[in-house]
């Protein structure tokens, strides 16, 4: 496979140097590893005991999920209350079985099945590279795979939303699944009507999992049609009977909150953004890129009317092409970050494939520290020692716990004011008014891109802010600010500014409350 020798080479015809420098490579990579490891335990502990939202789309999933358990998910949206579910169940029931079981808070429960999650991303990453990796040496397959995991496990990205409660590491791992079960699909009937279900699961997850599946498909086709149409007909099938269910059960209410309701903008500060990320992930995107390289330099394919023989000669080739399928079938996809409410989540699938390839990229690194004959790529190997270490360095190690405590006060302060006020509180942050034993009846963003189509009667909307309805309203920040006038239109701003024109900043939140005399 990748950087192995074909010729009569031998490990005398390594040179100490290299060995020397590939050993420093790999040595540099473990330390990159364990401090990332180190930082993500840590910061997991935080996690495990703060019981405010660290997203905006928490405590959103947090309500989704308690109305979904109790009879009033994916209803019809009003002008009073108006919360909207922009994706599939099966995270939200995972999350619900979990704290069930387990006792668990409801929001820790979401973010232990996102860490649980995150960690079988890795070990499907580690599988799958096996398998592209087949007939290479056992330690080198070993420790490639090992690699591969752990740079997905990591990645930044990974390390940020494996913490929350968000859909977003369930449906990796789902696709991963679907992915590892179709690649045995030509020679196993059961493993290609298991991967039609697994990819079904994915998508009502998140029903923008369709990558993976559509990778899987364009090879099965092109190794054995038949196969490909089995997997894909056990797909629909599943598919449109769990939607009939759901349709059933809803009053027609799934439909039209994942479809009608589904409605973002185009926001063009994202691309900046979604460059910062690439930029700042710059390493372990050459690395992945290097392992794209050799597998195609490797794979023996001379020309594309070989393809099916060449698929169906062996497994691996079938492993490393459902790879790249998904990847490219997720680079095609990639401009949908551009949409509001989106962020670099949508880049953790996308990334689960480039850390396959990370872990081939390895293999003659791995082969030379080994003494086997390989021939490391110095650009690979300063990625891998020096840029990698460089990236990761800036990160601080351990989370400021002192400044945690502070913000939990903080938050705690504004949950007994809610407790304290007889109506009802508006708030970007779904956690403080749970906390508080409210709920979250208005959600801000999605009621402010159905207000921009058109769907959605702001005007009514703010004769009830006129008429203080409201307790106060709890936001992200205050007019000026991005995120702010992303969540909250024009016309229902003034009406906050004219009818709760005083304001206190706590904990990072904004308190728009009423005048003096109340009013």
Not at 128 to 150: D, H, P, Q, S
Not at 321 to 333: D, P, Q
Not at 430 to 456: C, D, F, K, N
Request: aromatic content about 8%; glycine content about 8%; overall charge neutral.
């Amino acid at each position: 496979m990748a950087g192995q020798e074909t010729g009569s080479g031998s490990a005398a015809a390594l040179k100490p140097g290299t060995i020397l420098v590939s050993r420093a490579a790999i040595g540099i990579l473990a330390a990159v590893f364990l401090v990332a490891l180190v930082r993500f335990t840590a910061h997991a502990s935080i996690a495990f005991h703060f019981p405010y939202a660290f997203d905006y789309g928490e405590g959103v999933v947090w309500q989704q999920m308690r109305n979904i358990v109790q009879g009033e998910g994916y209803q019809a949206i009003g002008i009073y209350p108006a919360i909207a579910y922009e994706y599939p169940p099966l995270f939200h029931l995972c999350a619900a079985g979990v704290a069930r079981i387990t006792g668990i808070d409801e929001l820790y429960a979401g973010r232990l099945v996102s860490v649980a999650s995150a960690v079988a991303c890795a070990m499907l990453i580690a599988r799958l590279t096996a398998y592209a990796l087949a007939g290479e040496n056992r330690k080198v397959v070993f420790g490639a795979a090992t690699i591969a995991g752990l740079a997905f496990l990591t990645l930044p990205v990974v390390d940020e939303w494996a913490l929350l409660m968000r859909i977003d590491l369930l449906a990796c791992a789902l696709s991963l699944a679907g992915m590892v079960l179709a690649i045995h699909a030509p020679r196993s009937i059961s493993a290609c009507v298991a991967a039609g279900l697994m990819f079904t699961a994915a998508l009502y997850t998140r029903q923008t999992s369709l990558p993976a599946p559509a990778g899987a498909f364009l090879v099965l086709v092109a190794v054995r049609p038949s196969r490909a149409w089995l997997m894909a007909a056990v797909a629909v099938a599943s598919g449109l009977a769990v939607l009939a269910m759901l349709e059933a059960a809803t009053q027609g209410g799934f439909l039209l909150n994942i479809v009608s309701y589904n409605i973002n903008r185009i926001i063009w500060d994202h691309a900046s953004a979604f460059g910062v990320v690439l930029l700042a992930n710059v390493a372990v995107i050459g690395i992945g890129t290097f392992g794209l390289l050799d597998s195609v330099r490797c794979s023996g394919l001379r020309h594309w009317r070989d393809l099916k023989a060449w698929l169906a000669a062996d497994l691996k080739n079938v492993a490393i092409s459902v790879v790249v399928a998904a990847l490219a079938c997720k680079t095609l996809m990639l401009p949908a970050i551009l949409k509001s409410g989106a962020s670099d989540n949508y880049l953790i699938d996308w990334f689960s494939e480039l850390a396959i390839l990370f872990g081939i990229a390895m293999v003659p690194v791995l082969r030379s520290t080994l003494r086997l004959p390989a021939k490391p790529n110095v650009i690979l190997l300063g990625l891998v020692g020096i840029v990698l270490p460089l990236q990761t360095a800036g990160a601080g190690l351990l989370p400021d716990r002192g400044a945690v405590d502070v913000q939990q006060r903080a938050l705690d302060a504004i949950v007994d004011r809610i407790r304290q006020t007889k109506r009802p509180v508006i708030s970007d942050d779904a956690t403080l008014l749970i906390r508080a034993g409210q709920s979250m009846h208005w959600e801000p963003s999605i009621v402010a891109e159905l207000g921009s189509a058109g769907r959605y009667d702001e005007s009514k909307f703010v004769t009830l802010i006129e008429e203080h309805r409201f307790g106060f309203f709890i936001t992200d920040g205050d007019r000026g600010d991005v995120v702010f006038d992303q969540r909250f239109n024009p016309k229902v701003v003034e009406a906050i500014h004219l009818a709760y024109p005083r304001r206190e900043r706590i904990g990072g939140r904004v308190l728009h409350l009423p005048g003096k005399d109340g009013n």
